[in-house]
């Protein structure tokens, strides 16, 4: 397991939780108090902070963590930088724009690309310039994958057009209703008329699916 044998576990930009291990000792760090809310019952206590200014002393973890949150800091190379003080391992799952950017969806909502949290998000190649990386491993995402991050419905367009997913996808949630609409309006227009099939239909058969998303692993 990426997280090694420690028991001390900072998760930063936690969220709300739905990514924390479970048998450890975990203290998340999430500056979002609408999000620290809706933590559910049995996870681990919760700081308001942000990535960049850790309030915690140097070596307090045995693992620092961090999962899709990185293309939302403000100064990633100050927040890479303080996972790295408060603990000897980092383990970091993000995705790697130069696969991400060529996912079908984006032309649906091309203007997502613009938005500030997809300005130059890191890869792992940028990591490695602050961090000691020492592995780096692709994570396939499966055709029935739950969670509702980006891409997570390679193979099912259709939970595209739903509204609770698209505000659960920050690269969604974050465009202005109209364009939001009008991209859903095209997508909707294609499965209809079965172009989408035609050109991506061969991706609802396969089993799981490499979409861009990278496990990183560095050690001090």
């Known amino acids: 397991m990426a997280l090694g044998g420690g028991e001390r576990v900072i998760n930063v930009g936690a969220g709300t939780g739905n990514y ?5 000792r975990v203290v998340a760090v999430e500056p979002s108090s609408k999000m620290i809310s ?11 902070a942000v990535a960049e200014a ?32 408060v603990a000897p391992r980092q383990v970091i799952f993000l995705f790697d724009p130069t696969e ?24 792992p190649k940028d990591l490695a310039q602050i961090l000691n990386v020492i592995d ?15 891409t997570a419905f390679w193979g099912r367009p259709e939970a595209y057009l739903d509204p609770h997913v698209q505000q659960g996808m920050s690269w969604l949630a974050q465009l202005p209703s109209s364009e939001l609409s009008e991209g859903a309006a095209r997508l909707e227009a294609d499965l209809r008329s079965g172009d989408w099939d ?11 699916l490499d979409v861009g998303y990278r496990l990183v692993v560095a050690d001090s």
Do not use: N
């Open 20 to 24: 924390e291990p479970r048998d450890r």
């Open 38 to 48: 809706k933590r559910p019952p049995g996870t681990g206590p919760a700081v308001r």
């Open 54 to 85: 850790l309030p915690f002393r140097a070596g307090s973890f045995d693992v620092a963590m961090a999962t899709l949150t990185l293309h939302h800091w403000q100064d990633r190379r100050q927040g890479l930088t303080e996972m790295r003080r």
């Open 100 to 123: 991400t950017y060529r996912f079908w969806a984006i032309e649906y909502w091309p203007t997502a690309l613009s938005l500030p949290s997809e300005q130059d998000p890191p890869t």
């Open 136 to 150: 780096v491993q692709p994570v396939a995402i499966p055709i029935d994958c739950h969670d509702g991050f980006g």
């Open 198 to 208: 035609r050109r991506y239909g061969h991706l609802r058969d396969l089993p799981e």
